[in-house]
Structure formats: structure tokens, C-alpha cells
């Protein structure tokens, strides 16, 4: 499914998975997000160069504040993550 800015979104899954590996630190625990919702801000272009069979990915600004997760996030915009579109649905 092809994603625009705008779009409104629901994490459904975290790189391909519903739960994490046991050995994941709890501030990489992003699977906690699933099922928060949040608006597409930015489309990448090309596929990330580690994760080429992945997809594309989308810049996604969360409405909850993901201070909160206690997750890290490397992004210049706050609430914000980049994510694959295969782990996102439309949220309507």
C-alpha cells in the first residue's frame, strides 16, 4: 500500500513483527506503539539502504508524546518516527 503525506495512519506491527525479541532494551521497545495512530509527515523515497526488502518508509508524527514510551527517537521533529509501510494501516 503506496502512503501520502497527510495520510492518517495506525502502527499495526514493528518491522514485521507484533511482539519483540526477548533481548530487545526497554528503550527499543517500540512495539509498545502499536495501535497509536498518527499523521505521515515526510515519504522517503528510496528503500533504507540496510533494509532494501523492506519498502519504503514514512515519517510518522504520533499523537501521543512519545517522551512518554521512554523510546529513543533520533528525529528533528518531536513525536516523530520513521516507519515501513507494511507495519502501517489506514486509519479512518
Known sequence: MNFYIN?????????????????????EDYW????LSGKII??????H???????????VHFFKDLDNYNLICHNSEKNSLWIFETDLDLDQ
Open 42 to 47: 515526510n515519504v522517503r523515497e528510496n528503500p
Open 7 to 27: 495520510d492518517i495512519v495506525r502502527l499495526k506491527s514493528f518491522f514485521g513483527t507484533t511482539t519483540k525479541d526477548d533481548d530487545i532494551q526497554d528503550n
Open 32 to 35: 509498545k506503539l502499536i495501535g
Open 49 to 59: 539502504s540496510a533494509f532494501p526488502d523492506k519498502g519504503l518508509q514514512v515519517l
